[in-house]
């Protein structure tokens, strides 16, 4: 399914949307340029999760965990190149655990193999229109 959005508020609703039917141990790999909308997109999952903290993207520290009536891991492994450089992030301990969404930014990066996993697809378009393929 292809989606277009226009607004951050809009790739939002689309991110909540899919949160009404998460029940916990879902991965989700993101897939896209920069200034695609992945970030903001995990933003909406946090606010239908019932996360009050605000979701930063953890570019520089790899690794940020929120709780909600769901927790939420989510990972950016931009700055990573090996699958190597994953050592001490515990990444096992929380992939497919229950009451648990693992979002995944640049999994292509570190040559993770998740078969069980959600990819979504994430297209600049121009400067307000994103096109996310779930």
Not at 66 to 71: R, S
Not at 72 to 96: C, K, N, Q, T, W
């Amino acid at each position: 399914m292809e989606i277009l959005t226009h607004s951050p508020e809009e790739t939002k609703a689309v991110a909540k949307d899919l949160a009404q039917k998460l029940r916990g141990g879902e991965i989700l790999e993101l897939i896209g340029d920069l200034g695609s909308g992945k970030t903001t997109f995990v933003q909406g999952l946090a606010e239908e999760l019932g996360i009050t903290r605000r979701v930063l993207s953890p570019t520089f520290i790899i690794r940020r965990s929120y709780q909600g009536k769901l927790n939420l891991e989510h990972f950016d492994f931009y700055r990573l190149s090996r699958p190597e450089d994953l050592a001490g992030l515990d990444i096992d301990d929380v992939l497919g655990a229950p009451k648990t969404v693992t979002v995944m930014e640049w999994p292509e990066r570190v040559g993770l193999d998740l078969g069980s996993s959600t990819k979504i697809r994430f297209e600049y378009v121009d400067e307000q229109t994103r096109k996310i393929t779930l």
